[in-house]
């Protein structure tokens, strides 16, 4: 019997816990006390707020990381009957590491580690804002690309530098003395910031200078910035895939959801309609033997009388 009962636990406290954790009010209320959190951390900001409100401030820092850590514990418990699925989502990884950290001796006694973590608390906003959580999805999965474009162009910073350097090292030493000036110089460049003073600066030198910052910029204030520009915008779809597929998860397997049995048997059912609709147009695309066929043949190779 005890073991028998024990599932039987875990799955009842997992559905009570699931229900709070699931409902809209739970999620405000968490909101809010981030919000909270943001506006102390502020607050702590003011040395007179500090000086004045010492003890209210811990009082309130106490419950905020109390509030924390049972909002973490419920979470914990709805997922009781499937540990595995709690590590599974970030979020819960994230605030667990928060929490916990700000729970160890060593961050209670550092106030700029305790601050940090406050701090963190922050960044929990995005799980109750879809269309923050989506930018800093689209931001996570573009760093491949993104580490790939700063590659191009620092190969492209590093070559135009060194072609600044000996044709403008002598007569410009300010701006392209030496490797790092010259590399510093076209960065800024790069934004478009003092091109047109770069340009005649250049001009006096020689003329075939425009063809130098012509070159540049075309290929590193337009090309690659687009480049970027790209990698995000294709990365904010992927990532809006993303939340799109969570949200029909969410519907499908949340609270209110129907059965799943009766979801899969609607599938089948689509399916099956589906399945008709296509040997219904393959009947009807298929060619119909002509009927008088043999007669015709016959009639047209019997001899004459």
């Known amino acids: 019997m005890p073991n028998g009962t024990s599932p039987l636990r875990s799955s009842a406290l997992a559905g009570r816990s699931r229900r709070v954790v699931e409902s809209d009010g739970f999620n405000i209320a968490v909101f809010c006390l981030i919000v909270g959190n943001a506006g102390l951390l502020g607050v702590e ?13 811990k009082t309130a820092e106490h419950l905020f990381l109390a509030a ?20 599974r989502d970030p979020w819960n990884v994230f605030d667990l590491v928060v929490v916990v950290l700000a729970l160890t001796p060593f961050a209670r006694e550092n106030t700029t580690m305790l601050r940090l973590l406050r701090l963190a608390r922050v960044l929990r906003a995005a799980r109750f804002l879809p269309q923050l959580r989506i930018v800093i999805v689209a931001v996570g999965k573009s760093l491949p690309g993104t580490v790939s474009f700063v590659l191009v162009g620092a190969l492209l910073l590093y070559v135009y530098a060194m072609v600044g350097w000996v044709f403008f090292g002598r007569e410009d030493p300010e701006h392209y003395g030496s490797l790092g000036r010259a590399v510093l110089t076209l960065f800024l460049l790069m934004t478009l910031d003092g091109l047109g003073d770069a340009v005649r ?57 129907a059965d799943p049995s009766a979801l899969l048997l609607a599938r089948i059912e689509t399916a099956r309609r589906a399945l008709d609709e296509v040997e219904a147009a393959l009947a009807a695309a298929r060619p119909r033997p002509r009927t008088g066929a043999p007669d015709e043949r016959r009639a047209v190779g019997a001899p004459d009388r």
Request: hydrophobic share 50%; glycine share 8%.
């Open 201 to 257: 600066g250049g001009l006096e030198i020689s003329r075939w200078s425009i063809v130098y910052f012509a070159s540049f910029v075309l290929l590193g204030s337009f090309v690659l910035v687009n480049l970027l520009v790209g990698v995000v915008i294709t990365s904010l779809e992927e990532a809006r895939e993303l939340e799109d597929d969570r949200a029909r998860d969410i519907a499908l397997t949340g609270p209110g959801a």
């Open 45 to 57: 900001t003011y040395t007179g707020a500090v000086g004045q409100w010492r003890d209210e401030l």
């Open 68 to 87: 924390f850590t049972a909002e973490i514990l419920l979470r914990a418990a709805a997922c009781a009957d499937r540990p595995r699925e709690f590590f």
